[in-house]
């Protein structure tokens, strides 16, 4: 009974997180109820080993039928929990950061005002543990920078918004906002790109913060270092000269 238990529970927790996954990508499911739902899979899941644990005890034990079943059940259960796992050694690996900018100070601001509330432990912290996350600066006029901006914006596919430029007569700022996706479940992410520059130098901040959990698995200062590593390449196929930070 337990092995037939343990074979059902983790198909239909397999099915669940499928279902769910699907239904979360393609904009049916709101992300709250995705995040519940993953919660219930994964419970499924672990109770689903247990029935597997329960039945293996009674089979060596008494000689009970369902060696198949509890095999299948374990087998189908652990695949399920495989990407909580990896989540969870991420947590463990990652410091327990949610917000990233380049600038730590004065960071780029998203659409809806929020501002960077790092306390100074954690702006050490992401110092300390992503070195890479730092703005660029390039010999480029402001116009041509925020072009070479907006296309490596376009290949990444992000929903993005441009604010009005600021131009005080020496020194010109822009703004996008845009909203990209976490890795693998799609969870919403903020991203602000500041431009700022004259007619001869520009520089370009970027900052990316999870709307779900407080931790973000170093989802942020991935897509940052990726955004700006594509950005060199960009600037550098366009007039041909490496740029330095």
């Not at 070195?131 to 376009?154: K, S, T, W």
């Not at 990209?180 to 799609?186: K, W």
Request: proline share 4%.
């Amino acid at each position: 009974m337990a092995a037939g238990w343990s074979r059902r529970t983790a198909a239909f927790s397999a099915v669940l997180l499928l279902t769910a996954w699907t239904g979360h990508h393609f904009g049916l499911v709101e992300t709250p109820a995705f995040l519940w739902v993953l919660a219930l899979v994964a419970l499924l899941a672990a109770l689903a080993l247990l029935f597997s644990g329960w039945a293996f005890a009674r089979l060596w034990s008494f000689g009970d039928r369902g060696g198949r079943d509890l095999t299948v059940g374990a087998l189908i259960a652990l695949t399920v929990l495989a990407p909580y796992a990896v989540a969870s050694y991420w947590a463990l690996t990652f410091p327990p950061l949610r917000d990233i900018s380049t600038d730590l100070e004065t960071a780029p601001a998203f659409a809806d005002g929020r501002v960077f509330e790092a306390t100074p432990g954690e702006r050490r912290l992401q110092a300390e543990t992503y070195p890479l996350v730092n703005g660029r600066r390039y010999d480029l006029p402001f116009p041509e920078a925020v072009r070479m901006v907006q296309n490596v914006l376009r290949r990444q596919g992000w929903n993005s918004s441009t604010m009005p430029a600021l131009d005080d007569g020496e020194l010109r700022e822009m703004l996008v906002t845009a909203t990209a996706t976490s890795f693998v479940l799609e969870l919403p992410v903020d991203v602000a790109i500041r431009v700022t520059g004259d007619d001869e130098t520009s520089f370009v901040d970027m900052r990316s913060a999870s709307r779900y959990g407080r931790h973000d698995l170093g989802d942020n200062a991935d897509r940052i270092v990726g955004f700006l590593r594509e950005l060199d390449q960009e600037v550098t196929g366009q007039t041909g000269i490496e740029q330095g930070q």
